[in-house]
Structure formats: C-alpha cells, structure tokens
T-cell receptor
Framework: GQQLNQSPQSMFIQEGEDVSMNCTSS?????WLWYKQDPGEGPVLLIA?????ELTSNGRLTAQFGITRKDSFLNISASIPSDVGIYFC????????????FGKGTKLTVNP | EAGVAQSPRYKIIEKRQSVAFWCNPI?????LYWYQQILGQGPKLLIQ????????DSQLPKDRFSAERLKGVDSTLKIQPAKLEDSAVYLC????????????FGSGTQLSVL
C-alpha cells in the first residue's frame, strides 16, 4: 500500500526561528494536505495542494506540492509558542476512490 | 457552526470486552470517516461512509470491528471483543461530498484496553 515518509520525526527550535519539514511518497499523489494536531484534539487542516508545483501560504505557513508529485514541503516562518504540536502530511492518489494516507508526523517543540 | 462531536472522550476496558463509540458529523456533511490513531502514528482509515453507504472498509478488522451510519447522519463504531492492540485514539471526521481531502476531525475517543 501507499506509504508516506515524513521527516524529521521531531524538532526542537527557539521562538522566532523558521521551520522546514517534508514528506515523500512511494507513489504519485494528486492531492497533498498538511494537518496540525494539538494534544487531546483531532487534526486540523492547515493547507491543501492540488497541483504539481503549487505553492500556497496560510499566514506564516507555506507549503509546496513537489514537481515529481511524490513529495511536499511545509515551512513555518518566525515560529511562536502556539506552533507547538504534531504536523501531519497526507496524500491522495488519482482515483476518486483512493483513501487519504497520513504520514507519521513531525513533533514540533518551540522554546520561548 | 458546530464541529464533529464524539463520545465518550475516554474509555478503559478489559480485553475481550466490547465497546462502542459515537460520532455526530458536521451538519450537511455527506461523508463520514472513522480513523484509528495509535500512539506515535498518523491516523489510519478504518471505514468511510458516503451518506449511509460504505465507500471503503478495506482496513477494518471485520472479525471484531463493525460500524454503521443509519439515516446517513450520526455513526457508531463497535469493537467486540477488544484486544490489547486496539488501544488507540479513535477519530471521527466528516467532509462535504467529493474527494478534496479536506476533513474536519472530532476530538477523538481515547481507548485503553487492559
């Protein structure tokens, strides 16, 4: 089945620093999404990407759909303490019946 | 707008017991999903409903798990009998009809099987 490799597994940064994380797939996707999960809550959608090469921003967050269709990147600029949480990438293949597959997540810790 | 409601928030049972989880999706959302999230992992789809029909249950352990969505609104997920490896957070999500991947998740039910 489809697998997503998300890296890094965890990050420890200082407030104000920029953050980059990425996700790679063993197969081609036509949709990439990034979700954030806070402790004790369900994931919340941050950014959705539907076209190869697409670059989309949501405030301090920027995500890109890789040209190969097998990867995606998420950048967070000028991190703040509330950015703490687990970030998941998720992807879907071409068929309308294909399920959304999630990566294992990147745990972000921001030191004030 | 009310979000996805799930209950209970926590459940502790012994192995071989049965348990049920309830989910009420966002009003008007035709698609409902149940995901299992084991500690340290991403969510894994168990079953997807479109209205009251099953779209995908390929990863549902059907010998012990069952789910229904009567009347195409709220849904229940049942485990009978539970095993130790079923300890996880069970997340319900809903979305509008289509395959955009934009899911709205509930807060989940944390299940501990002892």
């Amino acid at each position: 089945g489809q697998q997503l490799n998300q890296s890094p597994q965890s990050m420890f940064i200082q407030e104000g620093e920029d953050v980059s994380m990425n996700c790679t797939s063993s197969s081609i996707f036509n949709t990439w999404l990034w979700y954030k999960q806070d402790p004790g809550e369900g994931p919340v959608l941050l950014i959705a990407l539907y076209k190869a090469g697409e670059l989309t921003s949501n405030g301090r967050l920027t995500a890109q759909f890789g040209i190969t269709r097998k990867d995606s990147f998420l950048n967070i600029s000028a991190s703040i303490p509330s950015d703490v949480g687990i970030y998941f990438c998720a992807g879907k293949g071409w068929s309308g019946s294909e399920k959304l597959v999630f990566g294992k997540g990147t745990k972000l810790t921001v030191n004030p | 707008e009310a979000g996805v409601a799930q209950s209970p928030r926590y459940k502790i049972i012994e192995k071989r017991q049965s348990v049920a989880f309830w989910c009420n999706p966002i009003s008007g959302h035709a698609t409902l999903y149940w995901y299992q999230q084991i500690l340290g992992q991403g969510p894994k789809l168990l079953i997807q409903f479109q209205n009251n029909g099953v779209v995908d249950d390929s990863q549902l352990p059907k010998d012990r798990f069952s789910a229904e969505r009567l009347k195409g609104v709220d849904s229940t997920l049942k485990i009978q009998p539970a095993k130790l490896e079923d300890s996880a957070v069970y997340l319900c999500a809903s979305s509008t009809q289509g395959n955009s991947g934009k899911l709205f998740f509930g807060s989940g039910t944390q299940l501990s099987v002892l």
